[in-house]
C-alpha cells in the first residue's frame, strides 16, 4: 500500500472515533513516519489521549501511558530490575517500552524526572541498573500538556521542548464537531476499527520518508523562516537549527502523504506553528501570541 493510501485509510478509521481534528490527525501521523517525538496542547477535555490511543489501534502498535504527577519517577516510567524466586536478575520493564508512548500531563512532572525522560525520548534508550535498554521501533511519544495558565503545571524549558519535533495545539471543538462528538459517543461501543499498518510497515514508510526530495528553493525557504525567528522584534530566543532539521523531516513526511516524492513551499508554510511555537521565546506580544507571530513570520517570508 502507497503511503498516501495508507494515510487516508488511517485517517477514515481515526474518525471513527475522533470528530473534526483532521490537521492534528494529519500532523500526529507526519510525527510518526518522521521517526520523532510530539507535545499535544490543550486544555482537558479535548481528546488528546483518544487520539494516541486510536492511531495506536489502527497502525497495530503497542501501547503505554503514564500520567504526569508531582512524584512520579524516572523508574515508574523505564521500569527496575528485580532477583526472581532462581535469584537470577530480571528485568521488569516500564510504559515506555512501546510502539507509541503517552505522556499524560508532561508539564505536571517533577523537573528531575521530566529531564531524564527527555534525555531517553532524544538517545531512543532507557538506562537500567548501569545498562543502556534500545526503546522498540518504531517508536513516538506522545506527550500532552496543560496550558500553563491552569493550577499545578510548570513551564517546561525551551531547551527541554526543543527534543520535540512538533508542537501541535488541539483547540475546543466546533459546535458541530461537538455535536458530532455525541453521536460518536452514544454508539461507540459499536464502533469496530479496521487495523490499517503493521509495525513493519511503519517503519518502511520511515525509510521511504528519507528517499523524499528537498529542493535547494525549499532549503533556502526553510533556513529564511527560521532565520526571520530570530530577529524578529517580538522574539527573545528564535528557532535553533534542530527547528530548521525538524522542518526537513516532516516535510519530507507531509509530502509522501500527499503522493509526492519533492518537499514544496507549501509543507513548510502548513508546519510553522507546529515545528516553531514550542522553541521560541517572546517577549511581550500585546495579545498576539505566539501563533501570531508566527503566523507574521510566514507572511512576510516568500
Do not use: W
Not at 459499536?190 to 520511515?206: F, H, M, N, R, S
Not at 532549503?219 to 527573545?236: C, E, K, L, P, Q
Request: with cysteine; proline share 4%; net charge negative.
Amino acid at each position: 500500500m502507497e503511503v498516501k493510501d495508507a494515510y487516508q485509510a488511517v485517517l477514515k478509521e481515526v474518525k471513527k472515533k475522533i470528530a473534526g481534528k483532521n490537521e492534528v490527525i494529519e500532523l500526529m501521523f507526519v510525527g510518526l513516519i518522521a521517526d520523532g517525538n510530539v507535545l499535544l496542547e490543550g486544555v482537558p477535555g479535548v481528546a488528546k489521549t483518544t487520539m494516541a490511543k486510536t492511531l495506536a489501534d489502527v497502525v497495530q502498535a503497542s501501547f503505554g501511558r503514564v500520567q504526569g504527577t508531582p512524584d512520579l519517577e524516572y523508574s515508574d516510567i523505564v521500569g527496575h530490575t528485580y532477583i526472581d524466586e532462581s535469584h537470577e536478575v530480571k528485568l521488569k520493564k516500564g510504559p515506555i517500552f512501546n510502539n507509541i508512548f503517552l505522556i499524560d500531563e508532561l508539564n505536571r512532572m517533577p523537573a528531575k524526572t521530566t529531564t531524564a525522560l527527555l534525555e531517553s525520548l532524544e538517545e531512543r534508550q532507557v538506562s537500567i541498573a548501569d545498562h543502556d535498554v534500545a526503546l522498540p521501533k518504531p517508536f513516538m511519544a506522545v506527550a500532552t500538556q496543560n496550558p500553563l495558565s491552569i493550577e499545578g503545571t510548570n513551564p517546561l524549558p525551551k531547551v527541554l521542548a526543543d527534543r520535540f519535533l512538533m508542537r501541535i495545539g488541539v483547540d475546543y471543538p466546533s459546535m458541530e464537531e461537538e455535536q458530532e462528538m455525541l453521536r460518536i459517543k452514544e454508539s461507540e461501543e459499536q464502533v469496530k476499527l479496521d487495523k490499517i499498518l503493521t509495525t513493519d510497515q511503519i517503519i518502511e514508510a520511515q525509510e521511504k520518508v528519507k528517499l523524499v526530495k528537498m529542493p535547494d528553493e525549499v532549503i533556502n525557504y526553510i533556513t529564511r523562516i527560521v532565520g526571520a525567528s530570530r530577529s524578529d522584534i517580538h522574539v527573545v530566543m528564535g528557532g535553533s537549527p534542530r527547528a530548521e532539521i525538524s522542518f526537513m523531516r516532516c516535510g519530507k513526511a507531509r509530502a509522501l502523504i500527499n503522493g509526492r516524492d519533492t518537499v514544496e513551499k507549501e509543507d513548510i508554510k502548513m508546519l510553522t506553528r507546529a515545528v516553531l511555537s514550542h522553541r521560541i521565546a517572546v517577549r511581550s506580544t500585546g495579545g498576539i501570541g505566539v501563533n501570531g507571530i508566527i503566523d507574521g513570520i510566514t507572511a512576510s517570508v516568500r
